[in-house]
């Protein structure tokens, strides 16, 4: 059986079809939905890659999604596999170095882990180079999670905060 056949006996749901172009919002997405409900509506396949934009066979990828899963089939997004940067061996040691150690421990003038010192402190390691998002991918991989950073009050000087907490209460006093 052709493609044209396959399509031309598939039954199109304008009901489902509009339901899922508005709630996906990607526009690759929406051009693959756009696409089959042309076909649907009696447009040839030229007018059809015309009128999207889209190359013949990526317009034939799209009719055998259809054909073989439906509209549900059109909106699976993209996956693309991720070349890991690093190791499973590196990424336990981050975290071990994230539960167990501060910055300071590596040169770092700073108590707390931010996106931002962990990028440093891995390209200090082992000179790769991280992405804030990419960062907090490897996080959630690794079952943490990250917070907004706070004051550290831990190197202190206990007589300067007595000072100035005393500084404080007497200017409000006033």
């Given at each position: 059986?052709?493609?044209?056949?396959?399509?031309?006996?598939r039954s199109f749901e304008e009901e489902e079809w509009q339901?899922?172009?508005?709630?996906?919002?990607?526009?690759?997405?929406?051009?693959?939905?756009?696409?089959?409900?042309?076909?649907?509506?009696?447009?040839?396949?030229?007018?059809?890659?015309?009128?999207?934009?889209?190359?013949?066979?990526?317009?034939?990828?799209?009719?055998?999604?259809?054909?073989?899963?439906?509209?549900?089939?059109?909106?699976?997004?993209?996956?693309?596999?991720?070349?890991?940067?690093?190791?499973?061996?590196?990424?336990?040691?981050?975290?071990?170095?994230?539960?167990?150690?501060?910055?300071?421990?590596?040169?770092i003038d700073r108590q707390i882990w931010t996106g931002k010192?962990?990028?440093?402190?891995?390209?200090?390691?082992?000179?790769i180079e991280l992405k804030d998002s990419r960062t907090y991918?490897?996080?959630?991989?690794?079952?943490?999670?990250?917070?907004?950073?706070?004051?550290?009050?831990?190197?202190?000087?206990?007589?300067?905060?007595?000072?100035?907490?005393?500084?404080?209460?007497?200017?409000?006093?006033?």
């Amino acid at each position: 059986m052709t493609r044209s056949e396959q399509l031309s006996k598939r039954s199109f749901e304008e009901e489902e079809w509009q339901k899922l172009f508005y709630k996906y919002q990607q526009q690759y997405i929406r051009r693959r939905l756009e696409a089959i409900k042309y076909l649907h509506d009696g447009k040839s396949r030229q007018e059809v890659m015309d009128k999207i934009g889209c190359a013949r066979q990526t317009l034939i990828t799209w009719i055998d999604k259809y054909c073989q899963g439906g509209l549900k089939a059109l909106v699976t997004p993209i996956k693309s596999k991720r070349i890991q940067r690093l190791s499973s061996e590196q990424k336990e040691e981050i975290k071990r170095m994230l539960l167990e150690k501060k910055p300071t421990d590596y040169g770092i003038d700073r108590q707390i882990w931010t996106g931002k010192i962990i990028i440093e402190v891995v390209q200090q390691r082992w000179g790769i180079e991280l992405k804030d998002s990419r960062t907090y991918d490897i996080l959630k991989e690794m079952g943490l999670s990250h917070q907004k950073a706070h004051r550290d009050y831990e190197n202190s000087d206990p007589k300067v905060q007595k000072e100035f907490v005393t500084t404080i209460k007497k200017n409000w006093q006033n």
